[in-house]
């Protein structure tokens, strides 16, 4: 095409192409340019330097250029600058790309909020390229706890190329576990100020935790091969004997069922793999802060917030995630009542996971894969997380398994269960520096609970006329030595998957605890992966495992402003809301304009969800299976009549 050819051909297109949209839009790859003025930068920008991350980052840089020449140019400006734009843009759900913060900097920023960020020496009339200056910004912030820098962040990985990888992820395993701890410690940091924003009388020195994962799609397909001994194994073409070729992007994502609820989470268990119902995704846990007493009620108390969270492979090293976070909220001098988790920790090693919960003195709230009957010690018995007389009812040992299987109703469970704690061990003492417990016989002392024939009742026992008996009959023939001896010594590793709980398993108390616990979990999880526009991966197109955790930084704080905000909300004196009550006048609130809830009603069936009190829903232990047919074939006509 000549240069006339090519210049009536633009003015053909100039037309209708500048006349339908607008020029800045185009440029920048985005049609929202509003704009942001200088008290809202401000405040962003406060709330910035507030959380206390800047000086970490300062002092991370430090530790790196420790013995190295700092050269190159200056950056065009700080973190503090892409850290505000970035919270700015997850304040009003918007993506992670990076022309929303082109968009930001080259458009949408008053004279006077450059001037805030201290950017207006960047406005000098020359041309920049300004989703460069972004992109530059954020991953040298994300170089801080970026461990994993020789993915290609552009290039799929072949067979090859992942194992000349992974061999250099072997030999700098130690600089490796710095920056993940500091990927750990910037999410959690960000989450600890998002608690300052609570007003001071609802801030805790105490707290009751859950903890669970929640899958993080990682925006790729392939996974790599699977492995065997520790070592990927490809496939061949069965005619040429050739390596088929298979490239991935993600290396530190994992396939994770799509299926939410799943039971098996690891492909190489699943009897059939079906590739469909899979996805690459990262593992995000997460540390909620749940209500102390969820059976009371909470409307006053302050929202349930995250606590602490981490980015992970799927099935790898979770019991180590959950301790690291565990860790990081101690640091902030919070006492932990208690943690409650499901089946999936609870199987975990115990040398990664209960022994330290345990030494750092956290009770928890868990469910068992192993009930019933297990092995005991010194002729005690052990079931579900305590020891028990050996005397014991089968019935009432086996409760648990007798109810799973259907044997025995809801209030012959709850019958059983509550009558054999009398049968349950006593502590005498604990000894820290032997490792190990004393226990006896739940029969000895003023405190007894069961009366029995081998044993010589307390003065103070034996005026209680309400104890349990235990008869001859059930005592074993040769008495074990919980039944001979003032008591026995039980070490600490003895059953550690399955002792430990706040509350006897299975108890009303139990049960009300964990599925509160549980559902406030289900409900962060669901508004993390539902709630917000970055939760999605084409709207934060990043590579790699810190590229992703900052993206998930800003999830899961984003996460915790909404709660808050909503409290806020809900609970903000008539006064401050007039305009919106005057507005909507079916809004919740009395005559005299009192705080929302202020004497609420106590509330019914706590910690079920509705679908369950009403009874539309087969998530339970042990659903009446009843068979679905279809009724008679309606027509239009019957629809009219209402049948």
Not at 145 to 166: N, V
Not at 468 to 493: A, F
Request: hydrophobic share 35%.
């Amino acid at each position: 095409m000549n240069a006339f050819a090519r210049e009536q051909f633009i003015d053909l297109c100039d037309e209708p192409f500048w006349g339908l949209l607008d020029k800045d839009e185009v440029e920048t790859n985005t049609t929202n340019l509003t704009r942001i003025d200088a008290a809202h930068t401000r405040r962003w920008l406060q709330r910035t330097h507030d959380t206390g991350i800047l000086d970490l980052l300062a002092q991370w840089r430090a530790e790196d250029r420790a013995g190295h020449y700092r050269g190159g140019r200056p950056p065009a400006f700080g973190d503090d600058v892409i850290l505000t734009l970035s919270l700015m843009l997850v304040a009003e759900n918007a993506s992670l790309k990076i022309a929303n913060y082109a968009a930001m900097l080259q458009f949408r920023l008053t004279d006077e909020a450059r001037e805030v960020l201290g950017i207006t020496h960047l406005y000098d009339g020359r041309k920049r390229n300004w989703a460069l200056l972004a992109l530059r910004a954020l991953r040298r912030l994300i170089d801080t706890f970026d461990g994993w820098p020789d993915t290609p962040h552009r290039k799929a990985a072949d067979l090859a190329e992942r194992e000349r990888i992974q061999l250099a992820r072997e030999a700098d395993a130690d600089r490796i576990a710095v920056k993940e701890a500091r990927g750990r410690r910037f999410t959690t940091t960000f989450l600890a100020w998002t608690l300052t924003l609570l007003p001071k009388h609802l801030q805790k020195t105490s707290v009751a935790l859950t903890v669970d994962q929640t899958d993080f799609y990682a925006g790729t397909v392939l996974s790599s091969w699977g492995k065997e001994h520790g070592v990927e194994q490809p496939k061949y073409f069965e005619d040429t004997n050739e390596e088929v070729t298979r490239r991935v992007l993600e290396l530190e994502a994992g396939l994770y069922p799509k299926k939410k609820g799943a039971k098996v989470k690891d492909p190489n268990e699943a009897a059939v793999f079906v590739p469909s119902e899979w996805h690459m995704a990262f593992m995000g846990n997460v540390i909620v802060g749940v209500h102390e007493d969820p059976t009371e009620d909470n409307s006053l108390e302050p929202p349930q917030l995250i606590y602490a969270a981490s980015l992970g492979t799927p099935n790898d090293r979770v019991g180590f995630h959950t301790i690291a976070l565990i860790d990081l909220i101690l640091e902030r001098n919070l006492r932990i009542t208690r943690l409650s988790f499901d089946r999936g920790y609870s199987n975990l090693v115990p040398e990664n996971f209960h022994r330290p919960l345990r030494e750092r003195g956290i009770p928890v709230i868990k469910d068992y894969m192993q009930k019933g009957i297990t092995n005991g010690i010194g002729g005690a018995v052990m079931v579900e997380g305590d020891y028990y007389c050996p005397a014991t009812s089968t019935e009432h040992l086996e409760a648990t398994p007798l109810w799973d299987a259907g044997t025995i109703t809801v209030k012959e469970y709850i019958r059983d269960i509550g009558n054999r704690q009398a049968f349950k061990l006593h502590v005498k003492d604990v000894r820290p520096e032997r490792q190990s417990s004393r226990m006896r016989c739940p029969a000895l002392g003023p405190s007894a609970t069961v009366r029995c024939a081998l044993r010589q009742p307390h003065p103070k026992a034996a005026a209680k006329d309400d104890l349990p008996m235990v008869y001859k009959s059930r005592i074993p023939k040769r008495p074990p030595l919980v039944c001979c001896q003032d008591s026995i010594t039980i070490p600490d590793t003895d059953n550690e998957k399955l002792r430990g709980q706040l509350y006897p398993y299975g108890t009303v108390k139990h049960t009300s605890v964990y599925r509160a616990d549980r559902a406030s979990s289900e409900s962060i999880n669901d508004a993390i992966a539902n709630n917000f526009t970055i939760s999605t991966s084409p709207n934060r197109p990043m590579r790699g495992l810190a590229a992703n955790q900052f993206a998930w930084t800003m999830l899961v704080v984003a996460t915790n402003l909404k709660k808050i905000v909503d409290h806020a909300h809900a609970t903000a004196p008539r006064e401050e809301l007039a305009e919106v009550i005057e507005l909507n006048p079916r809004h919740p609130r009395d005559a005299q304009g009192t705080p929302l809830r202020r004497n609420p009603p106590a509330p019914k069936n706590v910690g079920q969800r509705l679908r369950d009190r009403e009874g539309r829903s087969d998530y339970k232990r042990n659903p009446v299976k009843r068979k679905k047919v279809l009724g008679p074939t309606r027509t239009r006509e019957d629809v009219l009549r209402g049948n």
